[in-house]
């Protein structure tokens, strides 16, 4: 079966970096393009990057351009998003996605921005 397993996230300074992991596994993952989504506490979930099957095309949230990078390896079945100059607005509990007929996605990681 389909399963979305996140990892990376944590407890950072303001201005730090985090590197979040989606292992993926149950379907070709080098065939959909895949989103991470964030929900803050009382807000809703949100899309802040998505990325095409094979890599080549990448989207952002105004929120994060310039500081979050995502990218993937086909080879690995692993999704990623570089975090860099976190901001406490950026707390949230960080879920992957991927998209098709029936929409799957991860238990989520907690990043948690503060000083």
């Known amino acids: 079966q389909v399963q979305l397993v996140e990892s990376g996230g944590g407890l950072v300074q303001p201005g730090r970096s985090l590197r979040l992991s989606c292992a993926a596994s149950?379907?070709?993952?080098?065939?959909?393009?895949m989103t991470w989504y964030r929900q803050a506490p009382g807000r809703e979930r949100e899309l802040v990057a998505s990325i095409s099957s094979g890599g080549g095309s990448t989207g952002y949230a105004d929120s994060v351009k310039g500081r979050f990078t995502i990218s993937r390896d086909n080879a690995k079945n692993t999704l990623y998003l570089q975090m860099n100059n976190l901001k406490p607005e950026d707390t949230a509990v960080y879920y992957c996605?991927?998209?098709?007929?029936?929409?799957?996605w991860g238990q989520g990681t907690q990043v948690t921005v503060s000083s």
């Open positions: 996605r991927r998209p098709g007929l029936t929409i799957y």
């Open positions: 149950g379907f070709t993952f080098s065939s959909y393009s």
